[in-house]
């Protein structure tokens, strides 16, 4: 038997359930009014009895581990840093009857289809305003409503695809709405990483349960968001319009995107041209059709809409108006998120439905009408009050919270400006257990369920995002503010077959090859996750042989070579890391002579310019808004190379041995993090660009090292020392006794580290890798012959295959007090890293900026789609 299932002697813990309380005057989900522990409930707590304390505590890190590697985090709005942390998962779940879930499915169906016949009304002929069921004070001066919206035409008539209901229990154990999510609904994603994680916490109880699966309800939503094409039958592209990095739940639409097979897209990568919108690729526009928006639909097109928005698509909304675009949801779709509409909903689903409201909705009091603000004044303290004129969707008071003037200023307010103002009934949420400090508790909690439209209805999520929420206060319970997040298990009478997102296809039927479209944007940060990794795992590399160097200073039989070999290595730090003055600006001497702390900051010191933790950081940045497009293990990578940047900057080292300590693991996740991308990614055009960025990171990296280490002549022992050390940074030290037994030589190290083609560590080999990934990118119709990258990468390759490694090795004699300088090798060194900056700039001005060419669709088809001009200004 397993160790999460139940044994025939189970035992319970101390204060494990016994010491469970529910708080008064609230329903719980784990014991009745009576005191006795819910029948559904046994076999789980069976198996936490089962467990004991120390297996649950470390279900409980391995569930907070999967979550860390996974990268599951939500960012704070408020954070003036703009962190992102990781996402907090109870061990727990809120488990629910089939019964009873089956009874709450059916009253969340019918209130979407409720509102959704009320969105195609209000935009369309208002027979709800006009039989006044509706204000029209209400929804005319609500900043959800999109005046510009009206008459727009929806396909199927579904412009609320997706929605998302907040949901908790009153004392007696019926459900309640406290809030409706219809613009673009959040928390499904973390809902279904919730599952993924627990399912693997806790394998056999999972099963052993009979839990609803997830898949069928992805499934069903992939098939209706590709039906809302106006021509589904011709394989039609569907986009996740995300806000980017800084959004609070990136993580979740990257994490959908991928899931569901779509493409991420930002709305700087999107252009609105002949009535169609279309994603700007590397090269030409792809159309698409259906777009998944994580944008508020006010700041969709900053043309039509919200003018200072830059997170839309000037446009969009005529796209969406000439029929060829669908966007999920409809824009205008907000305007159901206004309070006040709650307390219209009875009377509206008779008049729509013909029915009564299965799901009701908190008291609720639009304070424009006499009566609602009669309501308000008269029970001010045990209400809370909505300010509907907020765009943010945040302003909730609460004024039995509030002093007497304070009270008395708020109800002025109220009669000054009533018809912004909703008066609701203050909620207690119902608690579900959490599992906190090795205890079971109970903690207020709200769900948070999702539904997808279908042809015929609505699929709802088999579960959802459940929440716990401060205790007074389920209003607040939004996904920005954090919190500690529950799975939710509808419990079925039989096992569930296990499912898939992935759909038996007709053998006879070709496959459909719709490679992952990269953008512009993209490609620039797949570009610089490549250089910006090298130039870390680079630096990492100088600094530990720098490190060593510095330790066998004191002990080292020719201490002046050493401390020349020192100086030199010094001076490679600061020009390869850029961090000046370090060890060659004013004051160089004296940071020589206790380099210590310099090197300290340079690895530590989150504020240095150059420095690795902001090197590392900047890589952090520049993956995660391509989180889509890395698989698992590499980003489990990226979180623990994020995770050692932070202990070293929060705890940094005081001596450079503890340094070595941070050094080792750092380089191996590094070396880790270039062998996933190599090996996990398709080599595509965005693996181009990456490995593109890792090459000429790398030369850049070699052609430095090589030049402020051997262009300068010293003596033979310190040059003994230096090819040692160069070799050691290279990593080619092995290769080079190996193949050289005549000792150290300047000559034999510039045949292995920069005329060696094969040698993966050598300046040659990065050309060759450059000259064909260059070759391989994608080229306009316009360019004739070779671009200026191709010729760049050209130059340089065959400059350093005709290079005579004599001359370059040959020492010219010293002039007018200056020391010996092997002229040649510096000269070439330097004209290397002119080309490749100018490669960098080259490849920048042909693909990470894009100006478009004239063009007309009139009668052509999707293949011919409107090509990009390949060049431009930088």
Not at 88 to 93: A, F, K, M, S, V
Not at 210 to 222: D, E, I, K, P, S
Request: glycine share 8%.
């Amino acid at each position: 038997m397993s160790q999460d299932t139940l044994a025939p002697e189970s035992f319970a813990p101390p204060g494990l359930v016994d010491s469970y309380q529910p708080l008064p005057g609230s329903y719980d989900e784990l014991r009745g009014n009576d005191g006795q522990i819910r029948p559904h409930w046994e076999h789980f707590l069976d198996a936490l009895r089962t467990l004991g304390p120390e297996l649950v505590e470390a279900r409980r890190r391995e569930a907070r581990r999967l979550i860390r590697d996974n990268g599951v985090t939500y960012n704070l709005h408020d954070d003036h840093q703009g962190v992102s942390r990781p996402w907090d998962l109870d061990l727990l779940p809120v488990l629910i009857r089939s019964d009873e879930w089956a009874a709450l499915e059916r009253g969340l169906m019918q209130r979407a289809e409720l509102l959704n016949l009320l969105l195609l009304d209000l935009y369309g002929p208002r027979v709800s305003i006009h039989k006044g069921l509706l204000p029209a004070e209400l929804i005319e001066g609500y900043f959800g409503y999109l005046l510009p919206c009206h008459g727009v035409k929806v396909a199927g008539d579904r412009p609320l695809t997706h929605y998302a209901a907040d949901l908790t229990r009153t004392p007696d154990g019926r459900w309640r709405v406290i809030a409706d999510r219809t613009q673009s609904p959040a928390g499904g994603g973390y809902a279904l990483e919730n599952r993924v994680v627990l399912s693997r916490v806790l394998p056999s109880l999972f099963r052993d349960s009979h839990v609803h699966r997830l898949a069928g309800f992805y499934r069903t939503m992939r098939r209706t968001l590709t039906g809302m094409a106006a021509h589904p039958e011709g394989h039609p592209r569907v986009a996740v319009l995300t806000p980017g990095p800084q959004n609070p739940a990136h993580f979740e639409h990257a994490y959908l995107a991928t899931y569901l097979g779509y493409t991420l897209v930002q709305g700087s990568d999107l252009s609105v041209r002949d009535g169609a919108l279309w994603l700007r690729t590397l090269g030409r526009l792809e159309r698409i059709d259906v777009l998944l928006r994580r944008v508020a639909d006010t700041a969709c097109d900053p043309l039509e809409l919200q003018e200072s928005s830059i997170l839309g698509v000037p446009g969009m909304l005529q796209a969406v108006r000439a029929g060829n675009l669908s966007t999920a949801n409809a824009l205008g779709s907000g305007v159901l998120e206004h309070p006040a509409l709650m307390a219209y909903l009875p009377a509206l689903c008779q008049e729509l439905l013909g029915e009564e409201l299965l799901l009701p909705d908190v008291p609720t009091w639009w304070c424009g009408t006499p009566e609602g603000l009669e309501r308000a004044l008269s029970d001010l303290e045990n209400l809370v009050i909505k300010d509907a004129g907020d765009d943010t969707g945040n302003k909730t008071l609460f004024p039995g919270d509030m002093d007497a003037p304070e009270r008395a200023a708020l109800g002025e307010q109220l009669r000054a400006n009533p018809k912004r103002y909703v008066a609701q009934e203050r909620v207690s949420p119902s608690t579900a257990p959490a599992l906190v400090g090795g205890r079971i508790e109970p903690k207020p909690t709200i769900l948070r369920s999702f539904l997808i439209a279908e042809e015929t209805g609505y699929t709802v999520m088999p579960g959802g995002l459940s929440r716990v929420v401060p205790p007074r206060d389920p209003a607040r319970g939004r996904l920005s503010l954090g919190g500690l997040g529950k799975d939710t298990w509808v419990l079925a009478s039989e096992p569930e077959l296990r499912e898939t997102l992935l759909v038996a296809s007709d053998a006879q039927s070709p496959a459909v090859v719709q490679d992952s479209e990269v953008s512009s944007r993209v490609a620039d940060n797949l570009f610089w996750i490549g250089r910006y990794a090298e130039r870390a795992e680079g630096l990492v590399r100088l600094l530990r042989v720098t490190i060593f160097k510095l330790d066998e200073r004191p002990e080292h039989a020719s201490g002046a070579a050493a401390e020349c070999c020192l100086r030199s290595l010094l001076e490679a730090l600061t020009r390869q890391s850029l961090s000046f003055p370090g060890f060659v600006g004013e004051g160089a001497d004296a940071r020589i002579a206790d380099p210590a702390p310099e090197i300290l900051s340079l690895i530590s010191d989150p504020q240095r310019i150059g420095g690795l933790p902001q090197t590392l950081w900047a890589l952090g940045q520049a993956a995660w808004s391509v989180r889509d497009r890395l698989s698992t293990d590499t980003w489990r990578v990226v979180n623990e190379v994020e995770l050692r940047m932070r202990e070293f900057s929060r705890h940094p080292p005081r001596e450079l041995a503890r340094a070595l300590d941070i050094l080792d693991p750092l380089v191996t996740s590094l070396v880790a993090f270039s062998a996933l991308t190599h090996e996990n990614m398709t080599h595509n055009e965005g693996w181009h660009f990456l490995e593109t960025g890792r090459r000429l990171e790398r030369g850049v990296n070699i052609a430095s090292l090589l030049r402020s280490t051997l262009a300068p002549v010293g003596g033979p022992a310190e040059e003994n020392l230096l090819v040692e050390a160069v070799l050691g940074v290279t990593d080619s030290l092995i290769t080079y006794r190996r193949r050289y037994q005549a000792g150290t030589r300047v000559g034999a190290l510039l045949d292995l580290v920069f005329q060696d083609e094969n040698n993966p560590r050598s300046l040659a080999y990065q050309l060759v890798q450059l000259d064909g990934l260059v070759n391989h990118m994608p080229r306009g119709e316009l360019v004739a012959g070779r671009t200026a990258a191709e010729k760049v990468v050209l130059r340089a390759l065959t400059g350093v295959r005709l290079a005579e490694i004599d001359r370059l090795v040959r020492v010219e004699p010293p002039g007018n007090g200056e020391a010996a300088q092997r002229t040649g090798l510096d000269t070439a060194l330097a004209e290397i890293q002119d080309e490749l900056a100018a490669l960098s700039d080259a490849l920048s001005a042909q693909f990470f900026h894009h100006e478009e060419q004239p063009h007309s669709l009139v009668g052509q088809g999707r293949s011919e789609a409107p090509k990009l001009l390949n060049g431009g200004a930088k």
